[in-house]
C-alpha cells in the first residue's frame, strides 16, 4: 500500500483514497481497494501444470509434423491447415470454461479469475491465450515472416514455461495479461 498518492504526491497517513480525490474510475484506486487474489492453496501444483503443458506442446508438434509430411502431397496446403488448426485451437481453447483445453482436463485443473475465484470469461480465456496465438499466426505467413513468428513462438513457449515454473502462483504471461490463475478443478 502506498504511503504518498502516486498522482499528487500528498502523504495519505493510513488513507486509501486521496485527500485530494481521485477521478472517477482511477485506477489506482480501484488497485487499492481489490480483494485478496485467488488462495495460493488451490493453486495447481507444478508438476501437474508442467505436465499438462508437456502434453500440449506434443500434440502442437505431431500436428506440425503431419503438416510437414504431406505437404509435398498436398501442394503445401496440409501445412498450411495444420498451422491454422493449432493458431485456432491455441487462441479458443480456453473458452466455455477451459472444455476444450486437452491438457487442463487430462489434469484435472482449471482456469478461474484471479481475483474473483470464479470461472474465466471468454474474453479473459480469448486474451488468456493471445501472445500465443498471435506469433503463431506470424509463424503461418511466408518467410521472413514466418521465421519470425516461429521464433516468437519459441520465445514465448519459453518465457510462458519459466514464469509458470518460477512464480509462485504459477501464473504465465497470458495469466498475468488476462488476471486469470489455473486451479485444481473441484477448489
Known sequence: MPTVCPRCDQPLDGLVDCPAGY?????VKI???LPAPADPAHVQ?????????AGELG?????????????PITFG??????????????????????RY?????ASGVRVVDAITGEAATNEQAILRNLPLALAWGLAILPDPVGL?????????????GVLALARDDGRRLGDLVAGTIVVRDGD
Open 45 to 53: 501444483p507444478k508438476p501437474a501444470r508442467a505436465r499438462a503443458f
Open 23 to 27: 477521478p472517477p474510475g482511477c485506477a
Open 59 to 71: 500434440l502442437f508438434v505431431a500436428l506440425e509434423v503431419v503438416g510437414l509430411l504431406a505437404t
Open 148 to 160: 519470425l513468428g516461429w521464433a516468437a513462438v519459441g520465445f514465448l513457449l519459453v518465457l510462458e
Open 101 to 105: 483445453r486437452l491438457g487442463k482436463r
Open 31 to 33: 488497485a487499492a481497494t
Open 77 to 98: 496446403a496440409a501445412g498450411m491447415i495444420t498451422s491454422l488448426l493449432a493458431t485456432a485451437y491455441v487462441s479458443l481453447r480456453d473458452v466455455d470454461g477451459g
